[in-house]
Structures are given as structure tokens and as C-alpha cells.
């Protein structure tokens, strides 16, 4: 027998539809259909109830094979939505919790189910918070994250227009980056946890534990080395006196020597050790490199600096290329490797005056270049004239001279 469902037709109508559907999903007869008879009676005593009531009840859907289930699930938003605003916010989050938490293999039903209920609320409706999470959840049960993963960049507009409060939206990263971990994501997965961090001004317990968590994670990641932008954080500045810092701190400014006696001394801290020396060894050769660039370094300076074999310098300055952190040039005959760009881990005072040298030094060049141009210029000026060209050089200008 199947079932019509009228959303033109009056709200304890409406009610009536969706009873009498889902009390056939539990078997009941018609004649008898005691879920039908405890609606209305519900109805009639306490309406603001029946909302969160059907919320509930309506999990059976996920459970059963019928083909009215998705217009059945659709009358229960508008009967939901139309709810006194008193009631509206738990029923929603009723209805979102049974289609998360009902174990069923119908993912694509929930999933548009659940996006109806997002765009069926309005665009500042806190309750959308509650409808995208669910989303999230049940597009994360089914490993299917990564077809998210072009809309989260618009999370921080949403949640604006959501008009969600600090704590809604921390909870929100959290839960994202969570997820998105989960899902081996881990790039974004961090993108998330330290847009989190960002909220911190005040130190907190949960503050501190964002912190060292944002710091663990960014030195786990493999190709993360953003470090001097982490250490900015407020939240990160506020736990200087921690492990994790002074842990950061490192890889900012510290040697192989120093991050082994660091790791031996606190077991347990660094998530993956190897990962961690790696990471050292590149950003070690990557500051080796800003320090002699356009200089030639032998494979023994390397090998020395990294604590490494002689025979393991290529392999090393590849990997620190394809990581992005330097461009150099390979001299496998003579053993030697020239730099040409690399980054600097931090970049303060003596970066500046050093950056500062080398401006001064290509200006200096460049006023050699433009005078000898300038003569080639002036003499070949003479020659068609016929006359012979004397060129007196002054470092302000060219003073010329025609016999």
C-alpha cells in the first residue's frame, strides 16, 4: 500500500501522515495502529513535544525498504521546521542525531536528506552548525570525506553567517580536523586545528591544549616547516615554558646535536622520531644553504652538518629540492653543490642585515655593469663619428671628452 504525503495540507495533518507511515513500518494494522493513537494524544496534551518525538522515530526510515521513505523524511522537516521556536533547536538536533547515530547502509539518503535540512533552514540560522556537522559525520562514516573537501574552504564564511558563538566555532574546527584525520587528510586536517588556535587571545586549559597539539601535529606532518609563522601564535607564546615550545623552538633554531639530546631526554614527546630527525636534517641543509648561497659546498660540509655518509648527500639535497626548501645544482664530478635559493627558518635581525649586504653588493655590481655599458656605448658613439673617444670614468657619472 503506499502512502501520500501533502505538505500543502495542515500541520496536525501533516502529523497524522507521518504517524500513519511509520506506524506501517513497525507493522502495525490500520485499524489498530497504536503509534498513530499515542501521536495524537501527544497532539492534543503536549504539541511542543511531538516535534523532538518525531524526530526520533523517524530512524526507522533508515531502516526499512521503501520507496516513499525520502517524501517521508522530507514531511518531517516541514513538520519539524515548523515548530515554535521554543522547541525548534532540539528538534533539529534530534532529527540530525537519528540520521548520524541510526546504523544503515543508506548513506545517499541521509546525506540528502541532511542537506535538504540545511538549505531548507535559513542562511543565519544557527541550526545550520547542527545540519552541516551532520553532513560532515555521516559523509565521514562512509569514507567519502574527500568529496567535501572543495566546500570546506567556505567553513569560515558559513560560520560567520551563521551567527554561531566563539565556542560553537572552535567546536567546529575541532570536530572538522578530527575528521579530516581521521580520513588521512592530514594537511587540511592541521589547517583546521591551528584556525582553532587562532581564536586563543586568553591562556586556558583548553588553549594549552590546542597549543601543544598544533605544534605535535605540525612537526609530525610530513612538508610542514612553517614553523616561524606557529611560533606567532598567541596561544603558542602563552606556553613558553612547555615541553612542546621549547620543542618548536628547535626546529627553529636548533642543530642535529641538540634535537637528539632534546628526544633522548624526553621520551614519548615526539609523535614519530624519525620523522622528526628528517625534518631536522632538511631544515639544517636548507640553513646551510641560506648561509653560502652561490657558493659551492662540498659533499664533506654537508655530510658533516647532517651526520650523515658521504655517499647519502644527493639523496638529501634532492629531497630537501623536492620539499621546496632550496634550489640547487648538483656537481656529482667534483662533489660539490651550489645553491642558488633556499629559505631561512627564522628570518629576524641578522637575516635583514644580511639581506641588507647582499642588496648592496648586486647594487654595487649593477653600477659596474651599467658604467662599462655605458662606455661601450660612448665609444662606439666615436668610432662612427670618425673621432677617437677618451672615456674618464667617475663613479657619479661619465665625463667625455672628443679630439
Avoid at 60 to 88: M, W
Avoid at 250 to 269: A, D, I, K
Avoid at 316 to 342: C, F, M, P, Y
Wanted: net charge negative.
Amino acid at each position: 500500500m503506499s502512502t501520500t504525503f501533502s505538505i500543502q495540507s495542515s500541520s496536525e495533518a501533516q502529523i497524522d501522515d507521518l504517524a500513519f507511515y511509520i506506524s506501517r513500518l513497525r507493522g502495525e494494522s490500520e485499524d489498530d495502529a497504536p503509534y498513530v493513537k499515542e501521536i495524537q494524544a501527544l497532539v492534543e496534551t503536549d504539541k511542543n513535544s511531538i516535534y523532538s518525538r518525531l524526530a526520533e522515530d523517524v530512524s526507522i526510515l533508515l531502516t526499512k525498504n521503501d520507496r516513499e521513505v525520502e517524501h517521508a523524511f522530507n514531511l518531517s522537516i516541514v513538520i519539524i521546521l515548523g515548530a515554535p521556536e521554543s522547541v525548534l533547536p532540539v528538534a533539529v538536533k534530534t532529527l540530525v542525531g537519528s540520521l548520524t547515530k541510526t546504523e544503515s547502509s543508506k548513506t545517499s539518503l541521509k546525506q540528502k536528506i541532511l542537506l535538504n535540512l540545511y538549505n531548507a533552514l535559513p542562511n543565519n540560522s544557527p541550526l545550520r552548525y547542527d545540519a552541516f556537522l551532520g553532513l560532515v559525520d555521516v559523509t565521514a562514516q562512509a569514507d567519502e570525506l574527500d568529496s567535501l573537501t572543495s566546500q570546506l574552504a567556505n567553513v569560515d564564511t558559513w560560520a560567520k553567517q551563521w551567527g554561531i558563538d566563539l565556542a560553537a566555532e572552535r567546536q567546529l574546527y575541532q570536530y572538522l580536523s578530527e575528521k579530516l584525520d581521521q580520513a588521512g587528510e592530514k594537511k587540511t586536517s592541521l589547517e583546521f586545528l591551528l584556525k582553532k588556535l587562532a581564536t586563543y587571545e586568553t591562556k586556558d586549559d583548553e588553549s594549552i591544549t590546542c597549543a601543544k597539539k598544533a605544534i605535535l601535529s605540525a612537526i609530525d606532518m610530513e612538508n610542514y616547516f612553517a614553523f616561524e609563522s606557529l611560533i606567532q601564535y598567541t596561544a603558542v607564546q602563552h606556553i613558553k615554558d612547555s615541553e612542546e615550545f621549547k620543542l618548536l623552538d628547535l626546529f627553529l633554531n636548533g642543530n642535529l646535536q641538540t634535537y637528539e639530546t632534546f628526544v633522548s631526554n624526553h621520551p614519548g614527546l615526539v609523535p614519530d622520531q624519525e620523522a622528526g630527525l628528517r625534518k631536522m636534517r632538511l631544515l639544517s641543509l636548507a640553513s646551510l644553504g641560506s648561509e653560502n648561497l652561490a657558493r659551492e659546498l662540498s659533499y664533506a660540509e654537508i655530510s658533516k652538518a647532517l651526520m650523515i655518509k658521504e655517499d647519502e648527500v644527493e639523496m638529501w639535497v634532492i629531497d630537501v629540492i623536492r620539499a621546496g626548501l632550496v634550489e640547487a645544482k648538483l656537481d656529482q664530478l667534483n662533489k660539490t653543490v651550489i645553491v642558488h635559493r633556499s629559505i631561512y627558518r627564522v628570518f629576524g635581525k641578522e637575516q635583514w642585515q644580511q639581506l641588507s649586504a647582499r642588496l648592496n653588493t648586486w647594487k654595487d655590481s649593477l653600477n659596474d655593469i651599467l658604467a662599462v655599458i655605458g662606455n661601450a656605448k660612448l665609444i662606439a658613439g666615436g668610432a662612427l663619428q670618425g673621432g677617437a673617444a677618451v672615456v674618464v670614468e667617475d663613479k657619479s657619472d661619465l665625463a667625455v671628452k672628443t679630439n
